[in-house]
């Protein structure tokens, strides 16, 4: 190529070039004025016509660690006192149940006694524990006192202390008394707080409360795990705000049960162990010290009496059916004058006195039994001792609901059956031959013993299936709480429970207290479980309620786990085929079989899926049994003279 012509092609190519080799130049956006945010630095709500005042604080504790708490004032509140709820399913949406500008509303829902507190004037105040949703510090499942379990100096005892110490301080509407109830865990916190109480607590109202986990509450039954609770194990300690859920795999829980083996490896495969508290369960699932030591019952009976205490249970409660009963039995004694230590008894699920108690599943109770305790028990106590100058209230030391004639009973103890003159007497009730129940003790000619095989690979459902999950919606069909009072006839059917009956009553048979189970049974494996159910047996036709007919209405059944027959705390094997002394308290009945009615008595060695099946063979941990560890066992109930068997009832006889 010529090179002038050359140097005129790179000279023409130049700009080019020197274009594509340096940095694009991007024109300055064009300036627009800005468009001013319609959202403010802070919003100041008018609430000058609400007819409450809400305030939101966080409250020091001793230790630096504040706890969120929310305050309802009622508008132009004086002197008013206080009532006191500490919870760790979140105080915001606890008093946030709807956007009204009225109290009773934004109150409207589990935990608050609506009536009580709007009708009567009170401050409301609902605190998260430490740990849980808004407040600080680390979360404990029902944190122990400070002692062998808990080594820090703080606990529910001195939280609850110092949260009254700062309110009544820092409230200058209250008259300085404060009042603390609640129902379940918020049930087991005022029992804390019943431990060096503040002294402006002035009255406490657990209700439904959590109080020994092994024995017969949320965990354990007798040593049976309680295995549909580990969803709220899961959800309570896997998050502080609850937000990680539990998932189901089955529509039905007894397949999804079924289909992990165990209790222990369904928790596995969930990840559960990443939790504190279940690898607490599984480090003891004995009564050693670990629940020994977090008993309530036990705690307060240690404890010196220093405030007015209303305990309340509900007969059919499905959660915490032991530990209302247990509290009251254990610090009655101490109530030498009879005017501290008070029992409410209701026939109601788990919570129910505080919704519409006038009915339970197909049970009826012909008036509104929730309403009449919240108004004319629960209100007049608590105005007793937090209201200046309110008249002294007519309560009885117990006020117990009696099934069956649905009638309110003015008692002075628990048990005791009648306001005055009558008695209480432990009377066994025989398992005999031919699949009968009767007063009379067996007779040398019957059959020794009656028998069923036990297949933990089929083990009888503890409600008709399919079972759904505990927290399962209530407006998409929640029937979680009714369970106890479910028709019985589905296992009474089956070929592995047994059924013993009396004959048609020509009286009425009344109990008040606790059912004792007294079992002779054997077992060809080397561990089983027995569930021992006391049922009323209504009539084959009602005229008043048809759908009655026939019904077997649970009125008290409970598991216990065999392995714990001789110590609750170190288990044995048992000795195959050989006929052993089971005793077993059930929970407290206060009932009365009606005439033309029947008593039945219904035993089986599953409970599923509510509780894990026992393999029947006797292994180191239940929660880690291996398929191989299930195997069919034959079980016998032994009603000989020299072998009887029995349900002894609390029997009321009156003068």
């Known amino acids: 190529m010529n090179p002038f012509r050359r140097l005129r092609s790179l000279l023409l190519f130049a700009p080019l070039l020197l274009a594509l080799s340096s940095p694009a130049q991007t024109p300055p956006p064009p300036q627009y004025p800005a468009l001013p945010s319609e959202t403010p630095d802070k919003f100041t709500p008018v609430t000058d016509s609400f007819d409450y005042v809400k305030r939101d604080v966080m409250i020091p504790m001793r230790d630096g660690v504040k706890l969120h708490t929310v305050i309802l004032l009622p508008k132009g509140a004086h002197s008013a006192p206080i009532l006191l709820t500490r919870t760790p399913y979140n105080a915001t949406d606890l008093t946030s149940h709807s956007d009204s500008s009225h109290l009773g509303p934004i109150l409207q829902g589990y935990d608050n006694a609506v009536e009580v507190i709007v009708e009567g004037g009170y401050i409301r105040v609902v ?94 039954h007798n040593g049976a795990f309680r295995q549909q609770n580990l969803p709220y194990v899961y959800e309570q300690e896997a998050t502080r705000k609850n937000d990680e859920k539990w998932w189901t795999s089955h529509f039905d829980d007894y397949d999804m049960y079924m289909q992990a083996g165990s209790a222990g490896e369904l928790a596995r495969r969930r990840g559960l162990e990443q939790v504190g508290f279940w690898r607490k369960i599984l480090e003891h699932p004995s009564y050693d010290s670990f629940w020994q030591q977090q008993a309530m019952d036990k705690i307060l009976a240690a404890q010196p ?43 109601w699920y788990h919570g129910q006195e505080i919704g519409d108690g006038s009915s339970l599943g197909a049970i009826k109770f012909n008036s509104d039994t929730g309403l009449y305790f919240r108004r004319e028990i629960l209100r007049p106590f608590l105005d007793q001792y937090l209201k200046d100058g309110a008249p002294k209230a007519d309560i009885a030391p117990v006020t117990a609901f009696e099934t069956g004639t649905n009638t309110w009973r003015r008692l002075p103890s628990w048990p005791a059956g009648c306001s005055s003159g009558c008695t209480v007497k432990s009377t066994p009730l025989y398992l005999a031959a031919g699949l009968k129940a009767s007063f009379s003790a067996p007779k040398p000619a019957d059959t020794p013993f009656d028998e069923y095989i036990s297949d933990p690979a089929k083990p009888v459902p503890f409600r008709a299936r399919p079972t759904r999950p505990v927290g399962y919606d209530e407006v998409k069909g929640l029937t979680w709480p009714r369970w106890l009072v479910d028709d019985q006839r589905e296992a009474s059917g089956r070929p592995d429970v047994i059924s013993f009956v009396t004959d048609s009553l020509t009286a009425p048979v009344k109990i008040s207290g606790q059912p004792i189970a007294n079992l002779i049974a054997s077992t060809s494996g080397t561990d089983s479980d027995w569930v021992v159910k006391l ?34 705390e170190f288990p044995k094997p048992l000795e195959a085929d050989k006929p052993l002394a089971y005793r077993f308290a059930l929970p407290n009945a206060n009932h009365v079989f009606l005439p033309g009615h029947r008593i039945m008595v219904q035993i089986q060695s599953t409970w599923f899926p509510l509780y894990d099946r026992n393999p029947q063979t006797f292994v180191k941990s239940i929660f880690w049994a291996q398929p191989s560890d299930y195997k069919k066992a034959t079980q016998r109930i032994y009603h000989s003279p020299t072998n009887p068997s029995s349900i002894n009832l609390p029997l009321v006889t009156t003068p």
């Open 305 to 347: 009496l220093k405030v007015p205490v209303m305990m309340v249970h509900g007969l059919w409660d499905q959660e915490d059916i032991y530990g209302p009963t247990a509290v009251y039995k254990a610090i009655k004694p101490k109530d030498t004058a009879n005017n501290m230590v008070y029992l409410v008894i209701g026939p």
């Open 535 to 568: 049922i009323d047996l209504y009539p084959d036709e009602v005229a008043a309620q048809p759908e009655m007919g026939g019904y077997q209405l649970m009125i008290s059944a409970d598991i216990f786990r065999g392995r714990y027959r001789e110590s609750l």
């Open 127 to 220: 605190q998260d524990i430490r740990g849980k949703y808004a407040s600080e510090g680390d979360y404990v499942m029902t944190r122990p006192l400070h002692g062998p379990l808990n080594p820090t100096p703080v606990d529910h005892s001195t939280d609850t202390y110092d949260t009254i110490d700062w309110l009544v301080k820092n409230i200058p509407e209250s008259n300085g008394k404060v009042g603390i109830l609640g129902i379940s865990y918020d049930g087991f916190l005022p029992l804390m707080a019943l431990v060096n109480p503040h002294p402006a607590l002035k009255v406490a109202v657990p209700m439904n409360s959590m109080v020994d986990g092994w024995m017969g509450d949320d965990w354990f």
